[in-house]
C-alpha cells in the first residue's frame, strides 16, 4: 500500500490536536480525550500539558545547511540538495491549498 503524509501544524499538547475527540462520556466526572488517530484509540486525557512519546505526528525534520565553505563531495552535495527540495515541495503543497506550514504558520 502506498504511503502518505499530512502536513499540519504540530500541536503542543493532546488537547491542542485536530485528531482528539472530546465527545466522549466524562470518566471519573472529568472530559474524556481519545486520540482519533487511526490505529491509536489511547485514551490521552493525562496528556493535557504534553504530547505523549507513543504520539505518531513527527515535526518534519529540518534542512540541511549550505556548505559555507570549503569542499564537499559531489554525492554530499546531491544529498543535501536532494534533501531540501523534497522539503521545500512539502512546505509549498501545503502553502498553496490554504495550510500552515513551518515556514508560514498563518497559511
Known amino acids: 500500500m502506498s504511503k502518505a503524509a499530512l502536513v499540519m501544524d504540530m500541536p503542543e499538547s493532546c488537547d491542542m490536536c485536530d485528531f482528539v475527540d472530546d465527545e466522549q462520556p466524562p470518566r471519573y466526572g472529568e472530559k474524556t480525550l481519545y486520540c ?13 500539558e504534553c504530547r505523549p512519546e507513543s504520539c505518531p505526528l513527527r515535526e518534519l525534520p529540518e534542512k540541511i545547511p549550505e556548505l559555507k565553505s570549503g569542499y564537499e563531495d559531489l ?33
Open 36 to 48: 482519533g488517530v487511526p490505529g491509536m484509540g489511547e485514551d490521552v486525557t493525562d496528556y493535557i
Open 75 to 107: 554525492s554530499t552535495s546531491i544529498r543535501r540538495v536532494g534533501w531540501n527540495a523534497c522539503l521545500d515541495e512539502i512546505l509549498k503543497e501545503s502553502q498553496n491549498e490554504g495550510g500552515a506550514s513551518k515556514t508560514n504558520p498563518t497559511g
